[in-house]
């Protein structure tokens, strides 16, 4: 599938969900506002104050993570490849009197930032709209001053190939396979776990295992820690989201920190064996 065909069509889910307020469209509130660090990090990945840092949102717009990390004090560079998205974090920058750098263009080439330039780099789930990450990692690595933090969210591998709902005997089903390089079906499931784990008429990939993690690190970074967000309950409904999380972890959340001399790793992913699938 043709990559710029793949970028359109997923800039215009996003422009849609913006228009229609989706829950991932919807600015941080007052209170989040208040104790803005406690909201964006609560694991203390990023220490008591990142006030004066220059803080990279990739692929983030929307106006929550921009105001989030402005209200902590940072200098707020936003990269984002819908425009409706950036038009939010203008509107909130608005009200609520920030300055950010909005910039409209796909995360996997960044040419308009300069080499080291971020203290910090934020990059919230969106690996999966793309068909290959390492051009990302490199790009994020690139930008990342030695020593700098990149923390990132994945959907999880298991999470993109397993099915949305349970079966009769209450159990998600792997219908995807691993090594795939084609994008996973679109759903037409109307359930609410669909609407929370996929967004209706994205393209989207599953990223490896050896492509995430090992791809963050080949690109020039060390993994410093690594969290899975809960959302299990162990009484839930059978079907629900947190029933479904009890059997599949949805999202990863990685800190790496970026080396001070790096030379490029000669592994390279296609040398794998890859079984027929
Ligand atoms: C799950 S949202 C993350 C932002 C969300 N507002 C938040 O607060 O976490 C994913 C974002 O990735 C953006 N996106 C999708 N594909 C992209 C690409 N190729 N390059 C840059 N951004 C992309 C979407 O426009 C969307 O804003």
């Known amino acids: 599938m043709d990559p710029a065909q793949i970028r359109q069509n997923n800039r215009k889910v996003y422009d849609s969900m913006a228009a229609a307020k989706s829950p991932l469209c919807r600015p941080a509130t007052d209170e989040e506002l208040a104790s803005p660090l406690r909201t964006v990090d609560g694991s203390g990945w990023l220490g008591s104050s990142i006030a004066g840092k220059h803080v990279l949102c990739l692929a983030a717009g929307g106006g929550r993570q921009s105001s989030l990390y402005a209200a902590a004090g940072a200098i707020v560079t936003v990269v984002d490849i819908s425009g409706a998205m950036l038009e939010l974090d203008r509107q909130v920058a608005a009200e609520r009197g920030f300055h950010f750098r909005l910039i409209e263009n796909s995360m996997e080439s960044l040419p308009m930032l300069q080499d080291g330039?971020?203290?910090?780099?934020?990059?919230?789930?969106?690996?999966?709209?793309?068909?290959?990450?390492?051009?990302?990692?490199?790009?994020?690595a690139r930008v990342t001053r030695p020593g700098g933090i990149y923390i990132s969210q994945h959907k999880q591998p298991v999470s993109l190939q397993a099915s949305l709902d349970p079966n009769e005997r209450g159990r998600y089903e792997i219908e995807n396979t691993y090594y795939r390089t084609d994008p996973i079906p679109c759903t037409d499931s109307k359930s609410r776990n669909a609407q929370r784990l996929r967004e209706k008429g994205a393209i989207e990939f599953v990223h490896r295992w050896e492509q995430l993690i090992g791809g963050i690190c080949r690109s020039g970074f060390m993994i410093e820690d690594l969290s899975e967000p809960m959302h299990a309950k162990l009484e839930a409904r059978r079907g629900s989201f947190a029933d479904r999380a009890n059997h599949i972890a949805p999202y990863v959340r990685i800190k790496a920190r970026r080396r001070a001399k790096h030379s490029a790793s000669t592994h390279s992913p296609n040398s794998i064996w890859l079984p027929n699938s």
């Open 117 to 140: 330039e971020f203290d910090i780099v934020i990059h919230p789930v969106s690996t999966c709209y793309i068909p290959n990450v390492a051009p990302v990692f490199s790009e994020v």
